[in-house]
């Protein structure tokens, strides 16, 4: 399926740009939208949840950002990939185009606005006078592993999403819960032990704590959490890859 990506540059290049420029076509603040969306959301939560858990977390909108930073890149990418086939049915019905291809750009498209998002982060950071670490480069390690990890899902969920509907709508509910289990805006020690067992098997919290643990906390990620993360990104993205080998050529006949 991935032997000729080398020459797809120029089409993956293209269905990116041309995500970028959908999305804020109709957009007064155009692009913007991609510094201010995190920001907004960083200050409504850190306004009602900072009452709450401000005194035992330090510099709460810098450790909610982290967090959420990473959850929106992981729910908009794998929904973005798991609507790529259908998004362009027209055109694969006319011309011939790899649609992993469209499930690959969504991922890129969604991993551009991350990198912008990631302004956002450092300008809070500055403003609420976090210090910077230099292990934020381990950042690089759980990132990676992130994109690999939504590799892999987002195309399992290209191929269900084309047989079934209703994936969808159950992938809506799947990351509403997942967004619960992460940490996001509330510290892991309040949650009970035998339920924060459970949670630590969700690899999206494990790219948080990774995350922050190199670039909040200013320590090296933990290994064992990391291996875990690298792990089950890995067995995803293969599943994925051997799924849509599978359904390649049937997806057609589907949309």
């Given at each position: 399926?991935?032997?000729?990506f ?26 913007l939208?991609?510094?201010f ?52 049915a ?10 992993y ?42 990132i ?31 990351t ?43 320590v ?21 890859i ?14």
């Amino acid at each position: 399926m991935f032997d000729t990506f080398a020459e797809k540059k120029f089409l993956l290049k293209q269905l990116v740009k041309k995500d970028l420029t959908a999305k804020y076509k109709d957009s007064v603040l155009g692009i913007l939208w991609s510094f201010f969306n995190p920001l907004l959301i960083m200050i409504v939560f850190t306004a009602i949840f900072s009452m709450l858990f401000g005194r035992s977390i330090e510099n709460y909108p810098v450790y909610f950002l982290s967090g959420r930073l990473i959850y929106d890149f992981y729910n908009s990418a794998t929904k973005g990939a798991m609507r790529s086939i259908k998004r362009n049915a027209s055109l694969l019905k006319k011309i011939y185009v790899p649609k992993y291809m469209f499930s690959i750009s969504s991922v890129c498209y969604e991993f551009v606005n991350f990198l912008i998002s990631f302004v956002i982060l450092f300008g809070v950071m500055i403003v609420t006078g976090a210090q910077f670490h230099l292990t934020s480069i381990y950042a690089i390690i759980p990132i990676f592993l992130l994109v690999i990890l939504i590799f892999g899902v987002g195309l399992i969920l290209a191929v269900c999403n084309t047989y079934f509907s209703d994936i969808g709508y159950l992938y809506n509910v799947f990351t509403l819960i997942l967004m619960y289990a992460s940490a996001l805006f509330y510290p892991m020690e309040i949650v009970p032990g035998t339920v924060q067992k459970i949670f630590t098997l969700n690899p999206v919290y494990s790219a948080i704590s990774c995350f922050r643990e190199s670039v909040v906390y200013g320590v090296v990620p933990d290994l064992s959490t990391l291996s875990y993360l690298a792990a089950f990104a890995f067995t995803v993205f293969f599943i994925g890859i051997l799924l849509f080998n599978i359904y390649d050529k049937k997806l057609a006949l589907e949309i």
